[in-house]
C-alpha cells in the first residue's frame, strides 16, 4: 500500500508544471526573479540576546549577502576541524 502511495507521488511529481496546474485547478505562479541592487539599503528585525526585544538592523544587501557567506564559512570550519585523538 505504501510503495503505491510513492509510486503515485513520483508519477505525479514527474509531471509539468502546466499540468499540474490542470489537475489541482491552480495556475503556475511565476517565480520571483528581481534584481537587487547591492547598495540598496536592507533593514531587517535580529533578535537581542537575553531579551525578547528584537533590534533593526540596516546594512547593503552586499553586507547582507558577505554576512551570510562568513557565517556559513565559519559553519562549515566548524564542521571540518576534526577533533585531536591522544
Known amino acids: 500500500m505504501i510503495s503505491l502511495v510513492f509510486a503515485v507521488a513520483l508519477l505525479a511529481g514527474g509531471a509539468d508544471p502546466a499540468a499540474q496546474a490542470a489537475t489541482t485547478g491552480k495556475a503556475a505562479t511565476p517565480t520571483k526573479s528581481t534584481k537587487v541592487d547591492k547598495n540598496e539599503m536592507v533593514c531587517k528585525r535580529e533578535p537581542v540576546l537575553g531579551s525578547r526585544m528584537k533590534e533593526r538592523v540596516c546594512m547593503t544587501q552586499a553586507?547582507?549577502?558577505?554576512?551570510?557567506?562568513?557565517?556559513?564559512?565559519?559553519?562549515?570550519?566548524?564542521?571540518?576541524?576534526?577533533p585531536l585523538t591522544f
Request: aromatic share 4%; no cysteine; charged share 50%.
Open 63 to 82: 553586507d547582507w549577502d558577505q554576512r551570510k557567506a562568513d557565517s556559513r564559512a565559519d559553519i562549515e570550519k566548524g564542521q571540518s576541524v576534526k
